[in-house]
């Protein structure tokens, strides 16, 4: 199941970090005023992310260290989602609100799959 879970992730890294590349524009004005090429760059560093990820899951047992990085980068979105919304900044669009907090809640739950199936079988509820 970890390796699901890693393989989804990556797959919504290379997907929002390639529409934020192509599209950064429109993603930009859809989610309120953030600026484009700070889109791009989070896109650039999602498209990497999405590569580490596959690397990992490819592997007979993905190693935690490498699992608890990539928990830690969900669990840093997660609050960054939470901070740009509570502060009304680059988010401000209802729209923008809306789908944020989707995502953000995808990315929590990624990085709660991901510590439970990666945890050893005896410790798992």
């Known amino acids: 199941m970890l390796k699901k879970i890693m393989q989804l992730n990556a797959l919504s890294c ?5 529409l934020f590349i192509v599209n950064g524009a429109g993603v930009a004005g ?3 005023d953030p600026p484009v ?11 990497a992310n999405a590569a580490h990820l596959i690397l990992e899951a490819r592997k007979p047992v993905p ?5 608890l990085y990539f928990v830690a980068g969900d669990v840093a979105w997660v609050l960054a989602t939470i901070v740009l919304l509570a502060g009304g900044i680059y988010v401000t669009t209802l729209k923008g609100a809306v789908a944020a907090s989707g995502v953000a809640v995808m990315v929590g739950a990624f990085a709660l799959g991901q510590v439970i199936f990666s945890a050893p079988a005896a410790a798992r509820p």
């Open 14 to 18: 290379a997907l929002f970090g390639g």
């Open 63 to 67: 190693p935690r260290r490498a699992v």
């Open 37 to 47: 090429w700070l889109l791009q760059v989070l896109g650039a560093l999602l498209l």
């Open 30 to 32: 859809f989610l309120g």
